[in-house]
């Protein structure tokens, strides 16, 4: 079989739902934009653990304190699960890390704002990681097995995510005047980039439409915001938070909620590497991937003895 | 700073449940065996998924390839007689199941 009809074939794979394993015939291009797709998607769940990481110290209480460590720890067990999964296309952990540390791989725009009080902590549960499921439990379906397994995985855990989140928040939104200023704060500064997270307008997302052509996935960036934000207003509502959108309103026809302009102009500006946190992001991972690597080198070392001394004795 | 060299690959498999066949859950990198069980754990088994886990270096694993799924699988194609539906029953006896 020539190229022109294995991708036929693949093609025909694909439209009638069937996954694709490692080792299956695939497009270079269907391999190329699944590393580029799923290492984004494994860098984001590894950064996304310093914005939260950051509280750990302050928490509240204890219980807060305890439940933070296990979210943060789950997100760094997200990024092992897609790493692991996009390993399986041929390609080694390290350089996918090093594209990211020193090359030009991309992460959610989302992780390169601060987070100023603990309301952020709430309202990160709730709004980023809320968008996230949306997100991933499309991906759960995704025509690539190890990616579609991985996202099982990740949803499964998600929703304790979001739920931890809301609860706090709705807590701070019925408490003193003062914690209900800083939830209200926290929702204003957080839900625009929470909707950039689902990517640029369906007519500029350039990667897209090919993605949906393999089912990779299958629905476009605009209608999960838009399910994201139709799911959202209500649980907004139920906690007495407003979302900071003048132009919300509900449309009778469609059962949708419309929203307001989205400030692209920011999205690109965090994407191109210039958010308020972008640099300090990068600083920390570099730091931390620099600083350990004389762990890793020696545990690396300390593996090799152990076998030479036992092969020794035996 | 770039490195030239990382941990070893390991193929993780886990025991969903007591009298459960086990599964594969995904990869983890590790040193040696005793740190990939370790690392194995903590990512996979965070919420008691599995009661027990098996790590296997990832370049032991021989597996079938999809050029050959056709030839390799084929001697199963034709003996439906491996199967109790190819044999009949008296309705009787099938009825009294």
């Known amino acids: 079989m020539d190229t022109k009809e294995k991708s036929d074939v693949f093609q025909k794979r694909i439209d009638n739902g069937e996954k694709i394993e490692p080792k299956d015939w695939m497009p270079e291009r269907y391999r190329k934009q699944l590393i580029r797709m799923m290492s984004q998607h494994a860098h984001s769940e590894i950064v996304g653990m310093l914005p939260e990481g950051n509280w750990i110290t302050r928490a509240p209480s204890l219980k807060r304190k305890m439940v933070l460590l296990a979210k943060v720890q789950d997100e760094a067990g997200h990024g092992l699960y897609l790493y692991s999964a996009t390993e399986t296309l041929g390609v080694k952990r390290k350089d996918l890390v090093e594209d990211y540390l020193y090359g030009k791989a991309k992460y959610s725009s989302i992780f390169n704002y601060p987070t100023l009080t603990y309301a952020d902590i709430c309202v990160i549960g709730w709004l980023v990681d809320g968008a996230a499921i949306v997100n991933q439990t499309m991906l759960a379906k995704s025509s690539y097995g190890p990616y579609a397994r991985a996202n099982l995985r990740i949803c499964k855990e998600e929703s304790f995510h979001k739920k931890q989140g809301y609860e706090m928040l709705a807590k701070m939104a019925g408490g003193t005047p003062e914690q209900q200023k800083m939830a209200q704060d926290a929702v204003n500064r957080w839900w625009w980039p929470t909707l950039m997270m689902f990517g640029p307008p369906d007519e500029e997302s350039p990667n897209s439409a090919e993605l949906i052509t393999w089912a990779v996935k299958t629905k476009t960036n605009d209608e999960l915001r838009q399910s994201f934000v139709d799911r959202t207003v209500m649980e907004a509502r139920k906690i007495g938070v407003t979302l900071p959108d003048p132009d919300l309103k509900y449309n009778e026809e469609t059962g949708h909620w419309e929203y307001g302009e989205i400030p692209w102009d920011e999205f690109w500006r965090v994407i191109k590497g210039d958010g308020p946190m972008n640099r300090e992001r990068l600083k920390a991972r570099r730091k931390a991937y620099e600083e350990g690597a004389w762990v890793r080198e020696a545990a690396m070392e300390y593996a090799r003895k152990k076998k030479y001394r036992e092969g020794k004795a035996s | ?97």
């Open chain 2, 1 to 97: 700073m770039k490195t030239n060299q990382e941990w070893p690959l390991w193929e993780v498999f886990y025991q969903p449940g007591n009298g459960k066949p086990f599964e594969h859950a995904g990869s983890v990198h590790a040193p040696d065996a005793e740190m990939a069980l370790q690392n194995a754990r903590d990512t996979y088994a965070r919420r008691n998924e599995g009661i027990a886990i098996w790590v296997v270096p990832s370049d032991q694993i021989t597996a079938s390839t999809p050029e050959d799924v056709g030839p390799f699988f084929d001697p199963a194609n034709d003996k439906a007689y491996r199967h109790p539906q190819f044999y009949s029953v008296p309705r009787a006896v099938k009825k009294r199941k």
